[in-house]
């Protein structure tokens, strides 16, 4: 069965870094390609972030040069580290597996919410 | 660019049927989009991936309930025989290289 785990959410002051975590069981974290994907409060899905089996790596406009996407294959886990933290950067933050390279997310996880505020 | 529209809210009663709509934007109309479930307060799921001459792909465990279609850039999810726990919002999903990009939701009320 595939099941995604978020964890490493919390509040955290502006300004400041996060790293979140999806443990992954059920199929191999390195074999397929993985998203990002947030949700601000009372708000829609917003795609933040995608990793390819190859390690290549792309990202939504709206983060790029503040988060980095990554993987460990030997723990089946992918990271998204955040740093110069806003206050639009608060959302539930969900990992989800795509299906491809130029293709849906098929599993997601249950979400971790990041609150940054002061 | 890349852009999928759809109503902000729809509404049906138990037991009827409803067609909920996601627009794909102009000289976009060739694109496959997915379908996701987000009942309040849980993670979305994945409903199911329909391309632009209709054919769908649903995921684990999806009812037959749920069903898919497709005309020029409007890509529709189905749900007839609504029951209670229909009540989500409701996401569509497209991609390209290198992006996804999800439209805004709609919020789907059952009478």
């Known amino acids: 069965e595939v099941q995604l785990v978020e964890s490493g959410g919390g509040l955290i002051q502006p300004g400041g870094s996060l790293r979140l975590s999806c443990a992954a069981s059920?199929?191999?974290?390195?074999?397929?390609?993985m998203s990002w994907v947030r949700q601000a409060p009372g708000k829609g899905l917003e795609w933040v972030s995608l990793?390819?089996?190859?390690?290549?790596?792309s990202y939504a406009d709206s983060v790029k040069g503040r988060f980095t996407i990554s993987r460990d294959n030997s723990k089946n886990t992918l990271y998204l580290q955040i740093n110069s933290l806003r206050a639009d950067d608060t959302a539930v933050y969900y990992c989800?597996?795509?299906?491809?390279?130029?293709?849906?997310?098929?599993?997601w996880g249950q979400g971790t919410l990041v609150t940054v505020s002061s | 660019q890349l852009v999928l529209t759809q109503s902000p809210s729809a509404s049906a009663s138990l037991g009827a049927s409803v067609k909920l709509t996601c627009t794909l934007s102009?000289?976009?109309?060739?694109?496959?989009i997915a379908w996701h479930q987000q009942r309040p307060e849980k993670g979305p799921r994945y409903l199911m991936k329909?391309?632009?001459?209709?054919?769908?792909i649903k995921g684990d465990g999806i009812p037959d309930r749920f069903s898919g279609s497709s005309s020029g850039a409007e890509r529709y999810l189905t749900i007839s025989s609504l029951q209670s726990e229909d009540e989500a919002d409701y996401y569509c999903?497209?991609?390209?290289?290198?992006?996804?990009?999800f439209g805004g939701g709609t919020k789907l009320t059952v009478l």
């Open positions: 989800a597996r795509d299906r491809g390279s130029n293709a849906w997310s098929d599993y």
């Open positions: 059920g199929f191999t974290v390195s074999s397929n390609y």
């Open positions: 990793i390819y089996t190859s390690g290549s790596t």
């Open positions: 102009s000289g976009h109309s060739s694109y496959a």
């Open positions: 329909i391309s632009s001459d209709g054919s769908h």
């Open positions: 999903q497209t991609w390209d290289t290198g992006i996804r990009v």
